[in-house]
T-cell receptor, first 116, second 113 residues
Framework: AQKITQTQPGMFVQEKEAVTLDCTYD???????LFWYKQPSSGEMIFLIY??????QNATEGRYSLNFQKARKSANLVISASQLGDSAMYFC?????????????FGAGTRLFVKA | KAGVTQTPRYLIKTRGQQVTLSCSPI?????VSWYQQTPGQGLQFLFE???????NKGNFPGRFSGRQFSNSRSEMNVSTLELGDSALYLC????????????FGAGSRLTVL
C-alpha cells in the first residue's frame, strides 16, 4: 500500500513567490520521521528539512518550512521567495520506527518549475 | 568531510551480464541503504546494511544482492541483467542518531542494452 502520497506531479511558481508542495502519509507507528529532499537534474538527492512525529513545532530551515498536520497525516513543504535554482524534483519521505533496522520510503515526487 | 562516494558513475552493460556497484559512506556512518530510481517506479528501497549485516530488504528478486565490509563500505550486485534494471542506483548513509537523515551519493547510472 502506498504510504507516501504526493498528488502534484508538476508545479509552476513565479520567481520570488511562495509555493506549497503537498505530502500525505500513512503509518500506524507512533514514532516516525518525515523528510523532504530535493533532486536537481544532476541526480543527487539533497536533504532539505526534517520533522519528527513528536515535534511540537513545525520545522523550518531557511526558506523551507514544513507544515506538519499530524491528525491529517500531512507534511507539506513550503518554499518561500522561490528562486530559479529551486527548479527540481522534490520528494517527501518517511522513516518509520525509532530503533535500528527501519527504512525510509519515498513518494513519487513533485517537479517544481520556477518561472522568471 | 567527504560525502558518500559511489562508483562507477555511469556504466553500460548488456542483458545477461552482471554488475557490481560500490558505495563508500561518510566517515562514522555505519548504516548504508541502496535505492533504485526509475521514471516509472520512482525511488524503490533495495536494502539496508549495518555492521556488515543486512537489516532490511525491499521487494526485489534475488538477482539483487549486497554486502557490507568491516569499514562500512558497501557493494551491490545485480546478476543476469535485464533491460528493466536500467536505472539510477542511489546509495545513502546515515549516522544512527538523531533524525537519522539519509545522505545520498551522486548515484550510479546503469544502462542495460
Amino acid at each position: 500500500a502506498q504510504k507516501i502520497t504526493q498528488t502534484q506531479p508538476g508545479m509552476f511558481v513565479q520567481e520570488k513567490e511562495a509555493v506549497t508542495l503537498d505530502c500525505t502519509y500513512d503509518t500506524s507507528d507512533p514514532s516516525y520521521g518525515l523528510f523532504w529532499y530535493k533532486q536537481p537534474s544532476s541526480g543527487e538527492m539533497i536533504f532539505l528539512i526534517y520533522q519528527g512525529s513528536y515535534d511540537q513545532q513545525n520545522a523550518t530551515e531557511g526558506r523551507y518550512s514544513l507544515n506538519f498536520q499530524k491528525a491529517r497525516k500531512s507534511a507539506n513543504l513550503v518554499i518561500s521567495a522561490s528562486q530559479l535554482g529551486d527548479s527540481a524534483m522534490y520528494f517527501c519521505a518517511m522513516r518509520e520506527g525509532n530503533t535500528g533496522g527501519f527504512k525510509t520510503i519515498f513518494g513519487a515526487g513533485t517537479r517544481l518549475f520556477v518561472k522568471a | 568531510k567527504a560525502g558518500v562516494t559511489q562508483t562507477p558513475r555511469y556504466l553500460i552493460k548488456t542483458r545477461g551480464q552482471q554488475v557490481t556497484l560500490s558505495c563508500s559512506p561518510i566517515s562514522g556512518h555505519r548504516s548504508v541503504s541502496w535505492y533504485q530510481q526509475t521514471p516509472g517506479q520512482g525511488l524503490q528501497f533495495l536494502f539496508e546494511y549495518f555492521s556488515e549485516t543486512q537489516r532490511n530488504k525491499g521487494n526485489f528478486p534475488g538477482r539483487f544482492s549486497g554486502r557490507q565490509f568491516s569499514n562500512s563500505r558497501s557493494e551491490m550486485n545485480v546478476s543476469t541483467l535485464e533491460l528493466g534494471d536500467s536505472a539510477l542506483y542511489l546509495c545513502a548513509s546515515r549516522r544512527e542518531a538523531g533524525a537519522n537523515v539519509l545522505t545520498f551519493g551522486a548515484g550510479s547510472r546503469l544502462t542495460v542494452l
